[in-house]
């Protein structure tokens, strides 16, 4: 009898865009990721818009409501779902949700990054709040050289900062 080859666990993406304009964005990355059979794709939205975007867009996606950024509720949802890897829209920065995914050992990034200039004080004053947040996320995929220096403004760490 020869030896039966270990089944590998499909690797859990949980990717996270607030509106139905995100998750519009969100369609070349979730294509080529769903081509891939060792991937479960989670999407998340946190307007009814998007959700229902992401329901007609993305069939072979489990589609949830990002849950509030609140401690519990990012917590439960990081329990249940439990994915290896949270992928942020944009500018979809949610101390709760990073700090969750972060607290069960879960990769962080930003793709498609921006930060507008009127921005920049707003999430410094947030992350004096909140605590350094960005410390938390493990890779920046920002759009421009000018968004990539904003991110660096608020707190990323430059070496996790790619244009």
């Known amino acids: 009898m020869a030896d039966a080859k ?5 690797l859990r993406l949980w990717i996270h ?4 304009g995100d998750v519009l964005c969100q369609l070349p990355l979730v294509d080529k990721l769903s081509q891939l059979t060792t991937l479960e794709l989670v999407v998340s939205a946190f307007t009814g818009s998007g959700v229902e975007m ?11 409501y990002q ?3 609140l401690p519990g ?5 990081m329990q249940d779902l439990r994915p290896e ?21 879960a990769k962080v990034a930003i793709v498609n990054g921006r930060i507008s200039p009127s921005s920049v004080r707003p999430y410094q004053r947030l992350f004096q709040l909140s605590g350094p947040v960005l410390d938390e996320v493990d890779l920046f995929l920002m759009r421009d050289d000018d968004e990539a220096s ?13 244009v």
């Open 150 to 162: 904003r991110i660096k403004a608020i707190g990323a760490a430059p070496e996790r900062v790619f």
């Open 85 to 105: 890897l949270l992928i942020l829209e944009r500018a979809e920065i949610w101390p709760a949700l990073i700090h969750a995914a972060h607290q069960v050992g």
């Open 54 to 64: 992401a329901r007609q867009r993305f069939a072979q996606a489990q589609v949830v």
């Open 17 to 20: 865009g607030s509106s139905a």
């Open 73 to 77: 509720a990012t917590r439960r949802a």
């Open 67 to 69: 849950p509030l950024d």
């Open 6 to 10: 270990p089944e590998l666990s499909p």
